[in-house]
């Protein structure tokens, strides 16, 4: 019964006669979206913490924004300036006699004196 049937060649599996449109798979490729990091809450217990962090860090010689930055990189810029804020103005940060206040070096960098 299966004499007078011809099986067709891609159906054979000796014989290896795929194109290559056969043989190329087509990957589903899934998109995502990343998501935004949330933002943390500007408490003023974390303030706080931030502002005696920084204060510490001022009176170690890092008087400049960037070097404040450097040395605590686990918070981020808004963190940072939201803490110095709310030191100089509870005076939480403060020099040997005087409040510490921010000046400018040049055009683009803020210092701390005190």
């Not at 067709?8 to 014989?15: A, G, H, S, V």
């Not at 589903?28 to 217990?45: A, F, I, M």
């Not at 509870?90 to 683009?108: E, F, H, L």
Request: charged share 30%; hydrophobic share 35%; glycine share 8%.
């Amino acid at each position: 019964m299966t004499d007078f049937l011809a099986i067709p060649d891609f159906l054979k599996r000796e014989k290896n006669t795929a194109t290559k449109r056969q043989r190329k798979t087509v990957k589903k490729v899934k998109w995502v979206t990343p998501k935004k990091p949330n933002k943390q809450r500007l408490t003023g217990v974390l303030k706080e913490t931030v502002a005696i962090k920084i204060g510490t860090k001022i009176r170690g010689g890092n008087n400049t924004f960037a070097k404040i930055k450097k040395a605590l990189p686990q918070y981020d810029d808004r963190i940072l300036k939201s803490g110095l804020n709310y030191g100089l103005t509870r005076v939480i940060i403060t020099g040997s006699a005087s409040q510490m206040r921010i000046y400018k070096k040049s055009a683009k960098v803020y210092g701390v004196r005190g």
